[in-house]
């Protein structure tokens, strides 16, 4: 049972242009998300999280949307870089685990 | 800090043999996860430790998988005997809280 889904398995943007990758989660009990991105040979690194009471968290170029009633969270970035091609994992955690349960992740290639 | 150090980085071995991998933690932090990340599965989550104490190892696929975190500064894993199906890239990760930060992966070849 995948609780944690990342549909999409690849995207692939232009440089400049907005990366939108997406996740949709099944436990209404989780409260607690996080992005991690992850470089080849590399182990992934955090890279922003959203807590169940916002709907949006912003860092620089990344913003995570949250939508609870939808259960479904996106990682927004912009503008993309070549820099940001990499495997991007989406997890989930709830008050009652101290447990991550991540998605499958999405690669993302940033072309020129 | 030098962040999470993983040993070795890569280990090729026969089916049958004992493999060990290896985890130094960050230190002070109280939670300790080992993952193991492939193709068909993406990243599971084998067992995790607070403060030294195994707190859940339902995600380990077999008796022939253990770990032990005899100190708040070293982990290991161990898969006795190997098997071809155990080929992956295991992950430690330390953690202080909700965020946790991964070691750089052991990428293990059972042939």
């Known amino acids: 049972d995948q609780q944690v889904k990342q549909n999409s398995p690849s995207l692939s943007v232009q440089e400049g242009r907005i990366s939108i990758l997406n996740c949709d989660y099944t436990?209404?009990?989780?409260?607690?998300f996080l992005w991690y991105k992850k470089y080849p040979a590399e182990g992934p690194t955090f890279l922003i999280s959203?807590?169940?009471?916002?709907d949006k968290n912003e860092d620089g170029r990344f913003t995570v949307f949250l939508n609870k009633s939808a259960k479904h969270l996106s990682l927004h970035i912009v503008p993309s870089q070549p820099g940001d091609s990499a495997v991007y994992f989406c997890a989930a955690t709830g008050l009652n685990t101290d447990k991550l349960i991540f998605g499958t992740g999405t690669r993302l290639q940033v072309f020129p | 800090d030098a962040g999470v150090i993983q040993s070795p980085r890569h280990e090729v071995t026969e089916m049958g043999q004992e493999v060990t991998l290896r985890c130094k933690p960050i230190?002070?932090?109280?939670?300790l996860f080992w993952y193991r990340q492939t193709m068909m599965r993406g990243l599971e989550l084998l067992i995790y430790f607070n403060n030294n104490v195994p707190i859940d190892d339902s995600g380990m696929p077999e008796d022939r998988f253990s770990a032990k975190m005899p100190n708040a500064s070293f982990s290991t894993l161990k898969i006795q005997p190997s098997e071809p199906r155990d080929s992956a890239v295991y992950f430690c990760?330390?953690?202080?809280?909700?965020?946790?930060?991964f070691g750089p992966g052991t990428r293990l070849t059972v042939t």
């Open positions: 990760a330390s953690s202080p809280s909700s965020e946790q930060y």
């Open positions: 959203i807590s169940s009471i916002k």
């Open positions: 436990n209404s009990m989780f409260d607690y």
């Open positions: 230190s002070g932090h109280d939670y």
